[in-house]
């Protein structure tokens, strides 16, 4: 009868443990994505200013030497500005995502702690339906060893012709 509430108990532990665990890998796939995004808006800055790199030397290249109008150097300008704040958008994209990175590992060991908590719980509660089960093993073989002691005892040369 005590083995009852033991084992719905277990049962809610192991539910427990499980839906702990299964947060923990979302955290952690939450976690891997925030990171592959990081990775990506980084590969993304550093090509855009590879990029602007590129057109800054090529348009040099094209007027060193040469009268240029002040149309297009006040173009190039206005370009080379342009450039400028897509890049401070980027980097401010970057570091939004770091912050959600950031966000993500925190939740990430919170979701660790919690699984690593109901692990726990559920083995303390396993060991101790454990012990209950010997425990209630060893009363039932107490009870089948007195019974056979009994039996014996009515076979005994006290009862003759009983149990012959």
Do not use: Y
């Amino acid at each position: 009868m005590a083995q009852m509430p033991l084992a719905t108990l277990l049962n809610l532990r192991r539910r427990r443990e499980q839906a702990a665990h299964a947060a923990f890998a979302t955290c952690r796939h939450q976690t891997r994505q925030a990171q592959a995004e990081l990775d990506a808006t980084i590969a993304e800055l550093a090509e855009h200013r590879r990029l602007c790199r590129e057109r800054e030397e090529r348009f040099r290249l094209k007027v060193t030497g040469r009268r240029v109008r002040s149309l297009t150097m006040e173009l190039f300008r206005l370009d080379l500005e342009s450039m400028q704040i897509q890049t401070e958008l980027l980097q401010n994209h970057v570091q939004s995502r770091r912050k959600h990175l950031a966000a993500a590992e925190q939740a990430l060991e919170v979701a660790r702690g919690s699984w690593q908590r109901s692990r726990r719980d559920l083995e303390r509660i396993d060991q101790l339906f454990h012990r209950e089960r010997l425990a209630d093993r060893r009363v039932r073989e107490r009870l089948a060893e007195d019974r056979i002691e009994e039996m014996a005892g009515f076979a005994s040369p006290q009862f003759p012709g009983q149990w012959r």
